[in-house]
């Protein structure tokens, strides 16, 4: 019993380790009144960029009439060949499935012209759900690769060379 309780000390540590590595905010959960979050408008998210690192662009997701949220998303895009945005995004457990995410990954698609998801990179079954509701969006495509996905705004400019870069 001694020996599995050392183990599990070093394993605890070393997922603290690896986590701290991340450069990612956790989360905390939201205070305010979740019942009301599915009505947030799109229109009402701002994205600031607050920092890069690497290849990662760091973002504070402000949400009007909801500025405490922030601490509860963590959202950050990822710049793989220079041109795809792979966005990683963290939501606080108690704000889940209020369409949180979905609206977030669609204001970053209009702001910035795309996003795309690497099925190697992907660490909820969430985002297909998501992107298959952007892909119903009027203004927005989807398509897919052997599991990775492309979404992007129609009109976006230079959209071209995206969908050539993704269709490799």
Not at 14 to 22: A, F, G, Q, Y
Not at 100 to 110: C, P, Q, R, V
Request: glycine share 8%; charged share 25%.
């Amino acid at each position: 019993m001694e020996n599995l309780n050392k183990i599990m000390k070093l394993m605890y540590g070393m997922i603290n380790e690896n986590i701290s590595s991340i450069n990612t905010r956790l989360p905390k959960p939201y205070a305010g009144d979740v019942t009301k979050l599915s009505g947030i408008n799109g229109d009402d998210i701002e994205l600031v960029e607050l920092e890069m690192k690497g290849r990662t662009m760091y973002f504070d997701v402000i949400i009007k009439g909801y500025e405490d949220l922030k601490e509860s998303i963590d959202f950050s895009v990822q710049i793989i060949i220079d041109t795809l945005y792979q966005p990683h995004i963290v939501l606080a457990q108690n704000i889940q499935q209020n369409n949180i995410g979905y609206k977030i990954y669609k204001k970053f698609i209009e702001e910035y012209g795309h996003i795309y998801s690497s099925k190697g990179r992907r660490m909820s079954g969430n985002i297909i759900k998501i992107i298959n509701k952007l892909d119903e969006e009027p203004n927005i495509s989807c398509e897919s690769i052997n599991g990775d996905w492309l979404c992007y705004l129609k009109d976006a400019p230079d959209i071209d060379k995206v969908i050539t870069v993704f269709r490799g």
